[in-house]
């Protein structure tokens, strides 16, 4: 069973759903933070399948990458099973239960100048739906000058784009005709509503699946560690893409076209009024382009 996390306020889930992204100030208290951070060491010590060393031998800092371990990270699995994380996903993404999709660890140590390219999540997932959110948290205190950035707005596009590869910047080889490339933000960032924040740990930054983010490196001489949270709500059906797709498709996963419900999709928080939607019978419509 999961902590209760306490009504939002309701400009904060109006917010989210007009900017595609919002910043809840001291939501995850002391104890979280420290299990995640004990949960983060444990995988930097052994990594997982999926685990990416992001920076190139010889050149400073370190970017590490790796996701899909909760459950064989205990800590992982306590935080993501019965912290209030999950309600205050349900309640932005007003939907009346949430699963989990997975959890991705990203770690900038000092030094390190890879940046996080421009992209949205939900091209690289094998889910589909409106109700789609990542929640980031920080575990070290995160200047703006090293923070995400998002543009304000971009769910809100219809577009969807070619998932990119972190290590070069390049997009990843893709089957789906529908995919366009990202565009160059940096290079107009004048054209963009950019949002970001300085953070302190038990801040968290909760964005929508389809806004358009990227995150400089880390110059500083301090850790930028961060634990992400993936959640998916009532609308929200496992599919299988063309071409590539990150994370890969578990063996354990429902069939294409499904609810999320399995035990590698948990179901971790129902809204006890069912107050927020109403239980989905159809596939939702989506805002993702046409599936062949």
Known sequence: MAA??????????????AQGVVCLRGAIEP???????????????EPGPFAKHYTPAGAPGYFFGDYCNWRRIPEYREFLLHSPAAELAAQLMRSSRVNLFHEHVLVKEPGTLEPTPWHHDQPYWTVDGIQVCSMWIPLDPVPRETAPEFIRGSHRWGVWYTPRRFVDNQDHPSDDPSFVAVPDVNAHRN??????????PGDCIVFHALTLHGAPG?????????????????DARFVLRPGFMSPPPPDDAP???????????????????????????????THSPPRR
Request: aromatic share 10%; glycine share 4%.
């Open 255 to 285: 069939a294409s076209g499904s609810l999320m419900d399995s035990e590698v999709f948990p179901v971790v928080y129902r809204s006890p009024n069912i107050c927020c939607s109403s239980p989905v019978t159809e596939h939702t419509p």
């Open 4 to 17: 209760e996390a306490g009504s939002m306020a309701p400009d904060t889930i109006e917010q989210y759903a």
């Open 31 to 45: 104890r979280w933070l420290a299990l995640l951070a004990r949960g983060v060491e444990h995988n930097l010590a």
């Open 191 to 200: 054209a963009y509503d950019l949002i970001s924040w300085d953070l302190a």
């Open 218 to 234: 880390n110059p500083l001489p301090q850790r930028r560690r961060a634990f992400a949270a993936r959640w998916t709500g009532d």
